[in-house]
């Protein structure tokens, strides 16, 4: 399975520049899981310097993501973000060609090593140890969550 990887990282102009734009894309997440070929997207600030933003989102093709940027919802906010609330903006994108899931369980000491497809992240993070039947925590959506999965209706979400 191939799948496109789209990392942004965002330099604003100001604190108050970043708190608008946080307003303006508030809403991308409802916007995101009616898109063909989203998966997730996590946005955070950068550790080591808080005036720098990152973002990373998956897409089943780099078709996919270019039907994101011309999304009329996703052309305005962007319009409107270079319009001086973005001083920086640099993007990379990639090809995977395959996801794995390296895990060891903290009961049993198990350890997992398999591929997983994307598409159903949720799905697989919240399978239990196979062998002891331990439950990994899974990050799930919330109000004010950075992530936003595609297939987090199908997926059991616990919190532990």
């Known amino acids: 399975m191939s799948v496109y990887l789209s990392m942004q990282r965002v330099r604003f102009s100001s604190p ?21 070929g989203f998966i997730h997207l996590t946005w955070w600030v950068h550790p080591d310097d808080p005036t720098w933003y990152n973002e990373v989102s998956f897409w089943a093709s ?20 270079a319009n001086g609330a973005i001083m920086e903006d640099i993007i990379t994108n990639f090809d995977l060609e395959g996801t794995r899931l390296l895990r060891i369980c903290p009961t049993c000491g198990l350890v997992q090593d398999k591929e997983f497809d994307l598409r159903q992240e949720q799905a697989v993070l919240a399978e239990p140890c196979p062998q002891c039947g331990f439950h990994f925590p899974v990050m799930s959506e919330t109000a004010n969550s950075t992530a936003v999965f595609k297939d987090i209706a199908s997926a059991p979400i616990s919190i532990s």
């Open 16 to 36: 108050d520049a970043y708190q608008k734009f946080a307003v303006v894309f508030g809403d991308v997440r409802h916007h995101l899981l009616t898109k063909p």
């Open 62 to 81: 780099k078709e996919a993501t270019m039907a994101w940027h011309m999304d009329t919802y996703h052309k305005y906010a962007k319009t409107w973000a």
